[in-house]
């Protein structure tokens, strides 16, 4: 029986669960064999922390949290639960307490900023045609045509809501920042990063997608954080 952490990933905007396909394997094939991906609504930061929060409750042992872009807020939000043991963050917001991942965004606006569109019913769209340069330039075009298709776009007034209690503040955390990203500025990445004490920091030449285009390094750095608790 493996005595590794369980591991909970949490996804973004513009995509879902299966964002993490290549990390659950990548993971899998080191011997996890209790991984999980939540599926959020992107309805506001309370519904999706919610939802990630009654994941981790039904796991009895420890719990690697892994948040993805927006999942940052997520995990930040709710991550300060008993179990949960330590906090990874791939290219992703780690807001303070009162600072929401649209505040973070107005500080340093990424490359692909003018490529957000919303719709009439206040949803956030990445344009589609749009998605590949925006989202993930280092994968194939055939997976950007699929990502961008298949986005789960975020109501608008979810970039807008604030984190309370950071639990990057109580919790080990470890980050991986993109040098490529056009969605989250490597700027805000690396203050982010820095100011939450991270106990190990990896920059990568990756897209914003690096859970795709690096699924090898960011399950090593899942695996680290995992050894270390």
Same mark, same amino acid.
């Given at each position: 029986m493996s005595n590794k952490p369980a591991v909970v990933l949490v996804h973004g905007f513009w995509g879902g669960a299966a964002h993490w396909s290549k990390v659950i394997v990548e993971l899998s094939r080191k011997g996890y064999g209790d991984i999980h991906a939540v599926e959020m609504p992107l309805t506001s930061l309370a519904d999706d922390a919610e939802r990630a929060r009654k994941m981790v409750a039904q796991i009895n042992g420890p719990v690697v949290l892994v948040g993805h872009s927006y999942g940052g807020a997520v995990i930040t939000? /709710? &991550?300060d639960q008993p179990n949960v043991k330590a906090l990874v963050y791939v290219a992703a917001f780690a807001p303070d307490a009162g600072e929401s991942p649209g505040a973070i965004t107005q500080q340093q606006p990424p490359a692909a900023v =003018?490529? !957000?569109a919303p719709d009439s019913d206040g949803y956030l769209w990445v344009k589609p045609d749009k998605y590949h340069e925006s989202f993930c330039q280092d994968l194939d075009a055939d997976e950007g045509l699929v990502m961008g298709v298949t986005q789960k776009a975020p109501l608008g007034s979810t970039f807008g809501n604030n984190v309370t209690a950071p639990a990057w503040k109580k919790k080990p955390c470890?980050? %991986? !920042?993109?040098? %490529?990203? @056009? /969605?989250i500025h490597p700027d805000n990445q690396t203050r982010m990063s820095g @100011? /939450? &004490? =991270? #106990? #190990?920091?990896?920059t990568l030449d990756a897209s914003h997608a690096s859970l795709a285009s690096r699924p090898a390094e960011i399950a090593a750095l899942i695996d680290e954080a995992a050894a270390a608790t």
């Open positions: 939000e /709710m &991550g =003018a490529n !957000i470890w980050y %991986q !920042i993109s040098s %490529q990203d @056009r /969605m @100011r /939450m &004490g =991270a #106990k #190990k920091v990896i």
